[in-house]
């Protein structure tokens, strides 16, 4: 059983930064895929950033270039560093884990991810 516990996240002004951070408990098979969704009002859950466990890393078009997915495996926490935030970020922020599933795939295949964490919301303020 994967249990994923997240923490991070609030309210920064535009231009600001924030960290998430999900700390993964449990055992998890080669390959697997960790990654970050968001969930704005009214709007359906998109793929954010992920990586696998050969270490790629995928990322939404939208955030290229201004948030940096990680692994700290000594702590076995995934990590998101977000920069450069813009009021259309704001959103509740999930990490998920899914099996025998590459990066590459990750961020289009929302329904393959079977364990999740609880939510963390991100507001950016123009």
């Known amino acids: 059983l994967v249990h994923l516990m997240q923490s991070g996240g609030g309210s920064v002004q535009s231009g600001g930064s924030l960290r998430l951070s999900c700390a993964v408990s449990?055992?998890?098979?080669?390959?697997?895929?960790l990654a970050w969704f968001r969930q704005g009002p009214g709007k359906e859950r998109e793929g954010v950033a992920a990586?696998?466990?050969?270490?790629?890393?995928n990322y939404a078009d939208s955030v290229k270039g201004r948030f940096h997915i990680s692994l700290d495996n000594a702590k076995n926490t995934l990590l998101l560093q977000m920069d450069s935030l813009k009021p259309e970020d704001s959103a509740m922020y999930y990490c998920?884990?899914?099996?025998?599933?590459?990066?590459?795939?990750?961020?289009?295949?929302?329904?393959?991810?079977?364990?999740w964490g609880q939510g963390t919301q991100v507001t950016v303020s123009s």
């Open positions: 998920a884990a899914a099996l025998k599933l590459w990066a590459d795939y990750a961020l289009d295949m929302v329904d393959d991810f079977t364990y």
């Open positions: 990586i696998d466990s050969d270490g790629n890393t």
């Open positions: 449990g055992s998890i098979d080669s390959p697997y895929s």
